[in-house]
């Protein structure tokens, strides 16, 4: 099986960023073990940004510029992989580090490259460890959340399964740090659960790692999309991989994967970026967008929401409110008041009356409305 481990900042790092060496010694040695049974394995893992902060004496409080979280993440992070290595040697394996930025998933090319590469890797026994390249990421474009990578991952490399290590158990009714009588959410299997449970999940998690439930359901949903089932479960949790892979419903909560897989560049399209906005459509371009695979037009608008600029990713919503599409939109949400509900001819000159154009739009539901 191919697998993908995501871990996260707050389960590797201490609060002052010192690096939880016991957490890598148990994630390395299930990794080993994995291998050993014959699975693949890709590690996403965060922490280089925490992992610089005692380094470089800054550990009191997260600097927020981020030409210094740049520079601390390239100190914190080749700490780590001297001890992700040191840890492989006892196993005797050999890991290899991989940075991706987010055009290595825009760029046909530059995603083929790094596919060869994963791919390379793992033909040699090596297990890659991933990681955004912090150091040069500027703010305008970064994913600042390995949820997201591990989940682009996943689609790269066909992954069978993408694992979610977290520091909670998995997936809650509710929040059970603030309401104790949260359950756990064992399985989802369809979209609109997803959209409930993500609604209820709010922001990041922890002041240290960027990504929160939120942003871990949405990786979910990538995978989901990409063909791969998604365990979200404790990184404490022993033989967490062993169990994940063995397809245990009690590991945590198991995402299930749609029955086809959308292509790498659709996959950009609808969620390598978030969302800025929101449009609402009519029940006919609704139709017209699902079945027919038509670009979305003025007339069928009949709302919006959010500040997005021309060229910003959007969620398209039908009329009962549920998301069936994402793309690119051609209007701001400035210039979106003079179209909404027009027919080209009726549109003020300049703007165009292909609100998102087909080939920006990736349709997300159609199983949701044969259902
Ligand atoms: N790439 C960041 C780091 O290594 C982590 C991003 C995240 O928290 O997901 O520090």
Not at 243 to 269: C, E, F, H, M, N
Request: glycine fraction near 10%.
């Amino acid at each position: 099986m191919q697998v993908v481990v995501k871990i996260g900042t707050s389960s590797i790092t201490e609060a002052d960023g010192t690096i939880k060496a016991e957490a890598i010694a148990k994630l390395t040695s299930e990794v080993a073990q994995a291998v050993t049974n014959g699975h693949q394995v890709v590690i996403v893992s965060s922490g280089a940004i925490g992992a610089g902060l005692p380094v470089l004496g800054l550990q009191q409080s997260l600097p927020q510029d981020s030409v210094t979280l740049q520079a601390l993440s390239a100190v914190g992070q080749s700490r780590l992989m001297a001890l992700y290595q040191q840890d492989f040697d006892s196993f005797g394996l050999i890991c290899g580090q991989v940075l991706l930025a987010p055009q290595d998933f825009l760029e046909r090319a530059r995603y083929l490259h790094a596919q060869r590469t994963l791919n390379k890797l793992l033909h040699l026994g090596v297990v890659p460890i991933v990681n955004e390249n912090d150091a040069v990421a500027d703010d305008a474009i970064r994913w600042g959340d390995n949820d997201r990578i591990a989940a682009l991952v996943a689609h790269l490399v066909h992954a069978d399964l993408l694992l979610l290590l977290t520091d909670t158990a998995g997936v809650y009714t509710a929040d059970p740090r603030v309401e104790p009588d949260a359950e756990i959410v064992r399985e989802i299997n369809n979209m609109r659960m997803m959209q409930e449970l993500t609604a209820k999940a709010g922001g990041a998690g922890t002041t240290r790692g960027s990504g929160g439930m939120a942003s871990k359901l949405a990786a979910a949903s990538i995978a989901s999309w990409s063909g791969v089932r998604t365990v979200i479960a404790s990184a404490d949790y022993l033989g967490v991989l062993e169990d994940a892979v063995g397809g245990q419903l009690d590991v945590g909560t198991t995402i299930a994967p749609q029955p086809q897989r959308i292509s790498a560049r659709k996959l950009w399209l609808a969620f390598a970026v978030p969302p800025r906005g929101v449009i609402w459509v009519d029940a006919g371009a609704q139709r017209a967008v699902m079945q027919q695979g038509a670009s979305l037009l003025a007339v069928g608008i009949t709302s919006h929401e959010g500040h997005f600029q021309a060229g910003d990713t959007v969620e398209v919503r039908g009329p009962e409110g549920e998301v069936f599409a994402r793309g690119l939109t051609e209007v701001s949400a400035t210039e979106m008041g003079s179209v909404v509900g027009l027919h080209s001819s009726e549109l003020p000159s300049g703007l165009p009356d292909q609100v998102i154009h087909r080939d920006f739009l990736t349709v997300l539901s159609h199983a949701e409305l044969s259902a």
